[in-house]
């Protein structure tokens, strides 16, 4: 028999197929999404979303809606509103929040059924203490504590065992992976310029965001590797191609417009806008998960850890120092 899944449920976790479908069905589209005032409140609903979503560290502050079908569409339309702006920092401040979000009605969740269909369309194996060693090493690479590091597991015939607490962490990071792995969406170019009211309110949110966790971008607080890379190219000195990847990755996490970026880089010899250009913003536009500033050992690896001092000593990657010397600067 098949299962029948309620709009509050959907709107609980609307990732799942059947929230695409109860869209469709009552006719809403890419095309007919600008066109009439009840459109204009579900943008309204997900801008919302998106703020919320920068601005609350715990979902489970999450205000629903009156109507459940808003909370379906407002979740399709925040992926594309995010999709237009195409920021790796705003996609991941997403994907966590509706993980984070997800995990918490499950967890309160009544219907074992429904939540039978969840883990089978999350690909995860139902509770039960133990996990694939694969499944398990894909789901806690991003994880940094202690406990998640395969040393301190305990292995029984390619699974590993865990803990109630441990299988709620891993299925949240489960979800948050699957909606990583899909945005940013490939849309039609007139989208997001049709959108561009709440496509700019977007971009603003996120800004700020990345304001309060950086500040303003500090060059004093570079780490020594950093402020090496971003000297030489505001010499115009060639870097290699690994040294212009970091220096991209970090200078657009702490904020810096993608303009400056690109106009870093406009001082060596052989500058091509359209190119420089195309490259930035495919670094950039990657996803959290897709393209990130290396950590101190891959800046090793690479030969572009230089200038190492004191600072350096306690941490383990750029983004950390530059946060440490910002909250000593404030201090």
């Known amino acids: 028999m098949k299962l029948q899944i309620g709009l509050q449920e959907l709107a609980h976790y609307p990732f799942l197929k059947e929230a695409q479908r109860i869209i469709a069905d009552r006719g809403i589209s890419l095309l007919t999404i600008t066109q009439n005032r009840e459109s204009r409140l579900f943008l309204e609903a997900a801008v919302q979303r998106i703020r919320d979503a920068a601005q609350t560290r715990d979902a489970r502050g999450y205000n629903e809606a009156e109507e459940p079908f808003s909370d379906i569409v407002s ?43 969840l883990f089978r369309e ?20 991003s994880l940094r504590e202690e406990r998640f590091r395969l040393v301190n597991r305990d292995l029984w015939k390619g699974m590993v065992r865990l803990s109630h607490e441990d299988e709620e962490t891993l299925l949240r990071e489960r979800i948050r992976r699957i909606l990583l792995d899909q945005l940013p969406l490939d849309l039609p170019k007139n989208v997001c310029t049709d959108l561009s009211v709440y496509v700019t309110e977007v971009e603003g949110i ?23 890379l971003y000297d030489a190219a505001g010499e115009g000195r060639p870097l290699t191609h690994s040294g212009r990847f970091a220096l991209t990755t970090f200078l657009h996490t702490i904020g810096m417009e993608t303009t400056g970026i690109i106009s870093l880089f406009s001082g060596g010899s052989g500058f091509d806008l359209e190119m420089t250009s195309y490259q930035v913003n495919h670094i950039i536009s990657q996803g959290d998960e897709g393209y990130t500033t290396p950590s101190c050992a891959t800046m090793r690896t690479h030969g572009i850890c230089v200038g190492k001092n004191k600072n350096c000593e306690q941490v383990n990657h750029p983004l950390n120092y530059y946060r440490r010397r910002k909250k000593t600067t404030k201090k």
Not at 95 to 100: L, P, T, V
Not at 122 to 141: A, K
Request: glycine fraction near 8%; proline fraction near 6%; charge should be negative.
């Open 75 to 117: 979740y399709a339309l925040a992926r594309i509103l995010i999709s237009c702006i195409k920021n790796r920092n705003g996609i991941g401040l997403l994907s966590r929040f509706e993980a984070e979000r997800a995990l918490y009605f499950i967890q309160i969740e009544e219907n074992q059924n429904l939540k039978n269909h």
């Open 122 to 141: 999350l690909g995860m194996p139902l509770p039960g203490g133990i996990l694939p060693l694969t499944q398990y090493i894909e789901l806690s690479s």
């Open 206 to 228: 996120i800004s700020e965001r990345i304001t309060i966790e950086y500040g303003a971008v500090d060059e004093a607080g570079f780490p020594p590797c950093i402020r090496a």
